[in-house]
């Protein structure tokens, strides 16, 4: 059985959420954008372990709060990966409302971690990404 444009635009609207779509910023398509960021080794090439440590319960405890207010949809390293440590993925739309928050991870402060932005055109789906992940994390970082 093959279904008509009629048909299926009638099955689309049928499970359309508009409450949901304006909650995540999605547009008529479901997508929103957001600032990608690929984290890559930072300048410093050698930090002391006590100094890196701290930097990175710095870089942590960041991305918690950049998590808790809503900044940041998606975070998470790349293993064995030497090109890249990891990525961001951001609700701010441009390059400029992101260098702020990028700025205030104690990492790329401190030369240990750099950072490559994108601005991204996807799934607005991925807001719901922080509230998901708090149902099924059984401790934090």
Known sequence: ?????????????????????????????????????????????YIPQAERDSLFRGHMAN??????TGQLVMAGPFEENPSYAGLYIFTTPTKAE??????????????ALAAELYEWYGSAALMQMPELHKRIQKTSF
Not at 10 to 26: H, I, Y
């Open 63 to 68: 991305i918690g709060r950049m998590a808790d």
């Open 98 to 111: 992101t260098l702020p928050l990028l700025q205030s991870d104690p990492a790329i402060a401190g030369g």
């Open 1 to 45: 059985m093959s279904l008509n444009n009629t048909q299926v635009s009638a099955q689309t609207l049928a499970v359309f959420d508009s409450t949901l779509a304006a909650k995540v910023g999605a547009d008529e398509r479901g997508m929103r954008i957001y600032t990608l960021v690929l984290l890559t080794p930072g300048e410093r090439t």
